[in-house]
């Protein structure tokens, strides 16, 4: 029993730390944008916020290469290929010397790191399904987001001592430990006989048994629009509490107070996710996210941004239900298609992350000078996800009610 937990642990850990090098790449930047504006001589915010935004596009993009060619040559293969590719833009990044090729080692990233953020899933529903599976998500997710609240400390730390450069070099160290990691102690979890050979109409075979499943397809928009939410919170973070708030030396500290908040969500959601189901706790926690969104714009409609307390406590109220969400959808969609877990996990990494990115640049980019319009892109976002599990419980209903 003691060598049984011991396993699972080291595999949460792993798997954590192979999806946490997304996390890496996207934080241990945000205190060094500043920097790099000057550097590639632009230093306007909304063009720096996309530095963070498109390696999202990456990230989508990629999942969809890399799950459908897991599916046919096994996992461990695509997560070598994948943080190669990522290896290699990132010393793109160190060298660039423009806006434009930044941002292209930058969606270059997104795809490599697609691959392990996308196989881990795959990984992970080879081996668990239903609440256990959201229960292993879960607890991935606290360890994942430990990264969040230590990266813009460390990127600060970095940066104080050496460069913005000596950051990018700091995400290929930390690319290496974990694949080194993954190489020796982690076996192939697609069997040999539950491999697809690879043809013309395997991609698209699999996207259409992928959309045969509602329930699939209505949790991975879902998941979009709650992704959309995070991050444009994320790119806007440093402009908000540098820009608007002269928080320059806090930001960082603030940042991870926050990260830590939406930990305990993520941890408190594995811990629960057993007694309520993933369903129950993600529409409780759409509620919440919805009520205090709302209730921040009818507060603040017209008005300066609020003092930092209050403005953390309302953070505080939309991250937290972010935190309990994104395990439970994700595992919900993926729950039906067990059989196709990789392009499954591909196609919900690629639809969401797609309508993700639209939403973070659409509603980044009417924040200048207020959180105003953060807020109601969040309730909007949250609105939406509750109009679907609202009409896929109909649906259920109705089919109930002929059979």
Not at 373 to 390: A, E, H, R, T, V
Request: glycine share 8%.
């Amino acid at each position: 029993m003691k060598r049984a937990k011991k396993a699972e642990f080291e595999f949460i850990a792993l798997m954590a730390f192979l999806m946490a090098n997304a996390a890496l790449s996207i934080d241990t930047i945000l205190p060094g944008l500043s920097n790099i504006g000057k550097s590639i001589h632009n230093t306007n915010s909304t063009d720096l916020q996309l530095i963070i935004t498109m390696i999202f596009l990456g990230l989508g993009i990629g999942q969809l290469i890399f799950g459908f060619f897991s599916d046919s040559y096994g996992r461990k293969p695509v997560v070598y290929f994948g943080m190669g590719i990522f290896i290699l833009s990132s010393i793109i990044c160190v060298t660039a010397s423009s806006l434009e090729m930044m941002l292209l080692g930058r969606v270059l990233q997104g795809v490599g790191l697609s691959a392990p953020r996308t196989i881990c899933v795959s990984i992970i529903r080879d081996l668990y399904h239903g609440n256990h599976m959201a229960r292993i998500m879960s607890f991935i997710e606290v360890i994942f987001i430990i990264v969040p609240m230590v990266a813009p400390i460390l990127g600060q730390l970095i940066l104080d001592m050496f460069n913005w450069e000596a950051i990018f070099i700091f995400q290929i160290f930390f690319a290496f430990v974990t694949l080194f990691w993954f190489m020796f102690r982690q076996k192939e979890t697609l069997l040999e006989e539950h491999k697809i050979k690879l043809s013309r109409n395997v991609f698209i075979n699999g996207v259409k048994e992928f959309f045969k499943y509602r329930t699939s397809v209505i949790y991975t928009i879902v998941s979009g629009f709650i992704t959309g939410a995070f991050m444009v919170y994320l790119s806007t973070s440093k402009q908000i509490f540098q820009d608007q708030y002269n928080l320059k030396e806090e930001f960082v500290y603030i940042f991870a107070a926050l990260a830590f908040v939406m930990g305990v969500a993520s941890f408190l959601n594995g811990s629960l996710v057993l007694k309520f189901g993933m369903l129950k706790l993600a529409r409780w926690s759409l509620y919440l996210f919805c009520f205090s969104s709302l209730a921040y714009t009818f507060l603040f409609f017209n008005s300066e941004n609020p003092n930092l307390p209050i403005l953390l406590i309302f953070f505080s109220l939309q991250l937290i239900p972010i935190g309990f969400v994104f395990g439970n959808v994700r595992a919900l969609a993926m729950e039906p298609i067990g059989h196709i877990a990789g392009i499954g996990a591909a196609i919900n990494g690629f639809v969401s992350t797609m309508m993700a990115v639209p939403t973070a640049i659409g509603i980044g980019a009417f924040i200048s000078t207020s959180v105003l319009p953060l807020f109601i892109g969040f309730f909007y976002c949250g609105l939406f996800s509750l109009f679907l599990l609202k009409y896929l419980k109909n649906k259920k209903r109705t089919i109930s009610s002929i059979y």
